[in-house]
């Protein structure tokens, strides 16, 4: 398969071309691979939403979208967030999982669960909540902040409220409460220490709980969280506590109340056959307990069906090998394997799938404010007369370059550079030597590029070069608050302009932040030949935004993201696109302002305010500042307070 990508890409390349045409924007970012289901390019070379409709799918330009955020005052970087994709992404698992019951005439139903900790913000849960309705899709949760958030926002009786994490007696009461009002509200035991609180609060309120518990399994998977699995996983009862808890149960005469086993086998597993050895033993442990005498009836595997990243359908990291249907078959196939054989009841199967749910149902849009192009500037027509003689070996050097000595001159480039270095460190040599010099083996390696890269095989030093001599283009958006699993687990998420897609992209970049930051930068990206550490960009126009999009970022990014620098939340923007091709603006939240960010750092922004104003006062009266000058500084400082923490356009 990935042999074909290849010489698919490769013929691509060869194509004369007369112009530039979508399709091979298309194929350079392989946005067919990773996002055929909900984006495409338009005629105009823009990035459309495919919101599905009964009939059809009605597709919208991002920029569209971006301009009405303008016209309302909405600045970039902003988070845009697709009603209609998430409500899509329930009914697809829902319906999926329905399909594979009838096919497999499975005698019970599935019940999803959305875990809130993949996104917990108001509006992403209400949406589940209102739309889950139609398939009693209810929530996951693993504190009392999301238990709050599950209780009062669930809609629908028929749905489950899944209590994983360590419990104390107030987060206890408050799901026995649950279920006292008719909450499905099961309590995952995680740790034997956590059975006797359960047991002492239903005693104590007389309410009788739904008990769950969580085995830990020894099959170990692929992918990046893996250790959620095998025997070092640190979640889950190993065997030995498993019939220890049994029998805790049993002399308290509360069996009856275990009816659930849980087994969350780590998120983003890229490879169906673990999914299946997973489902496989998660279904021996469930027998067993049925054969110790406890009632049983819900089967709950956790999350980890995958987002496929890279769009490559392979059993790497952030890719996966099956599709969302093959997912749902191969449970209700490995269940009905397991239980028939020994004629136990199928149980409800219950899955806590948060990423596949919501990943893509958000994007991160933000404008490139600068570029640091790599290109040597243009040489002088000789030397200075003063110059070193190592600055006339690297002329040479720059002038005999050809295709046949290409790898031998980039070598004694670098050895002249690293020379002429040496020497300024010892104050033997300019700084305009220098920089002469530097200029000069920019040159060569530029051209070292364009010979390696006519070549069939490139020696293995050379292989990088022309990435290294990428441009970098400087995006508003902070790495760490909106996309912090690409600085902490080097997550690969696609990337692309949202717009130009009928214009050739001529440049290729790294994409920094605007944090001061090395690791602020965004330099793995997804194409159909494989991750690339750089991407092809357009080049700036002078009277003209140029905007790229970070896209699948609805899972887990906005909450674990943190305040390097003090860049605050962004906006985010909800909208939901109706049939006729029109979209309304559900939701708008404006990100965090400077005051805020100082607030959540224990700054007090009056007394910081009253610092100020005396230190201006002070300045007043050394006659340093006129009055009117210190009432100007005051107005800015004020106003500083309540702006964006990003980058803002000047507004004269
Ligand atoms: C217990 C539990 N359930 C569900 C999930 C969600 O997993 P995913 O986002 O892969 O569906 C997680 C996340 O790791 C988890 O820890």
Known sequence: MKGVRNMDALAF?????????????????????WGAEYFDISDEGNIVIKAPFESSKVAVPILDIVEGMQERGMEMPTVLRVANLLDDRIKSLNESFHRAIEEYDYQNVYRGVFPIKVNQQC??????????????????????????????????????????????????ELGLYAKEMGIKCFFVI????????????????????LLGVRVRSTVKVDGHWNNNSGDRSIFGLSTTFLIQMVEDLKQAGMLHCLQLLHCHLG??????????????ETCRFYIGLVEEGAPMGYLDLGGGLAIDYEGLRENRTHSMNYEMDEYCVNIVETITESLDPL??????????????????????????????DHRPVPLPAKLPEDHHELLANLWEVNEIINDKNFHTCYNDALHYRDELRHQFYLGQISLSNVAIGDNLTLSVLDKVAG????????????????????????GNFSLFQSLPDVW????????????????????????ADITCDCDGKIDLFTTPDGIKSAIPLHTLKDDEEYYLAVFLVGAYQETLGDLHNLFGDTNVVSVKIHEDGTFSFEKEFHGDSIADVLSYVEYDTKIMTEEFRKSCENAVREGRITAPRRKQMMKAFKESLDGYTYFEKEEY
Not at 142 to 149: D, N, R, T, V, Y
Not at 344 to 363: D, F, N
Not at 454 to 474: A, C, G, H, T
Not at 491 to 503: A, C, K, S, T
């Open 13 to 33: 390349k060869q194509k004369k071309k007369s112009g530039w045409s979508i399709e091979e924007s298309k194929e350079l970012y392989g946005i067919q691979n």
């Open 123 to 172: 509006h992403v849960i209400e949406e589940v909540a209102d739309f889950g309705v139609a398939y009693n899709h209810g929530f996951e949760a693993g504190s009392k902040a999301e238990l709050i958030i599950a209780i009062t926002k669930l809609k629908d009786e028929k749905s489950l409220i899944i209590c994983n994490g360590n419990k104390d007696s107030e987060f206890i």
């Open 190 to 209: 995680e740790t034997l220490t956590e059975l006797p609180t359960i047991l002492e609060c239903s005693r104590r309120l007389g309410i009788e709980p």
């Open 267 to 280: 998120s983003q597993i890229p490879n169906i056959r673990s999914i299946r050895s997973g489902v496989l």
């Open 343 to 372: 004629n136990i009841k199928h149980p409800v199967i219950v899955t806590e799938s948060g990423r596949s749910i919501v990943a893509s149902s958000s994007l991160l849009i933000f404008n490139i404010l600068d570029v640091r």
């Open 451 to 474: 010979f390696a890269s006519k070549r069939e095989r490139v020696p293995e030093e050379l292989e990088n070069l022309s990435e290294l001599l990428s441009d970098v283009y400087y």
């Open 488 to 511: 902490a687990i080097d997550q690969v998420l696609p990337v692309m302009p949202i717009h130009r897609l009928n214009e050739e992209p001529t440049r290729e970049a790294i994409i």
